[in-house]
């Protein structure tokens, strides 16, 4: 079982719409999780963190935690064709250990 | 503010040689985050330095070394180049114990 699992997609959704993205995590000790957005030849750029559990809101994003189901997601609201992209969740254990766990990755399309 | 900053963006090697990677993080940033990126594979996590000590490694066999300097820059040295070693390798930086951020990234392919 990988450590943190995300579906790979491709998930297409229409623009405007509400793009959800999932992620499951295997180790209780996760502390803390992080969505990270990279396009096409590009370098992973921090969307958003959270470490508590609930929902965390950022403009057009949304992170919600359940740590007890051990699972992580990214709501993206009024989905624009700039989101397209692969979104990457990681999880970390903090207190020390700081390296960050990815899973491989949803590709997101938007369509216009 | 300037991001975390790679050189060389690309670089060709071919099998045995070596390669040398730089890095340097954010101003204020402590500590450096290398991460291997290869096809398929995900972002697999290499070397941990913080305050110039190695403070955590990944799954990755001692041919893949690095150092931090005094000014918090970093290299990664990949010594006997193997053609699994192509991939994007890339830096990340934090204040200790906070968000990492990430640089464009050094495009490694050996021949």
């Known amino acids: 079982q990988k450590e943190v699992e995300q579906n790979s997609g491709p998930l297409s959704v229409p623009e405007g719409a509400i793009a959800s993205l999932n992620c499951t995590y295997s180790?209780?000790?996760?502390?803390?999780f992080f969505w990270y957005r990279q396009y096409s030849g590009k370098s992973p750029e921090l969307i958003m963190f959270i470490y508590s559990n609930g929902d965390k809101e950022d403009g057009r994003f949304t992170a919600q935690l359940n740590k007890a189901s051990q699972y992580v997601s990214l709501l993206i609201r009024d989905s624009q064709p700039s989101d397209s992209a692969t979104y990457l969740c990681a999880a970390r254990k903090d207190f020390g250990n700081e390296k960050l766990t990815f899973g491989t990755g949803t590709r997101l399309t938007i369509i216009p | 503010e300037a991001g975390v900053t790679q050189s060389p963006t690309h670089l060709i090697k071919t099998r045995g040689q070596q390669a040398t990677l730089r890095c340097s993080p954010i101003?204020?940033?402590?500590?450096v985050y290398w991460y291997q990126q290869a096809l398929g594979l995900g972002l697999q996590f290499l070397l941990w330095y913080d305050e110039g000590e190695e403070r955590n490694r990944g799954n990755f066999p001692p041919r893949f070394s690095g150092r931090q300097f005094p000014n918090y820059s970093s290299e990664l040295n990949v010594n006997a180049l193997e053609l699994e070693d192509s991939a994007l390798y890339l830096c990340?930086?934090?204040?200790?114990?906070?968000?990492?951020?990430f640089g464009p990234g050094t495009r490694l392919t050996v021949l």
């Open positions: 990340a930086s934090s204040p200790l114990t906070d968000t990492q951020y």
């Open positions: 101003s204020g940033h402590t500590s």
């Open positions: 180790d209780r000790g996760s502390q803390s």
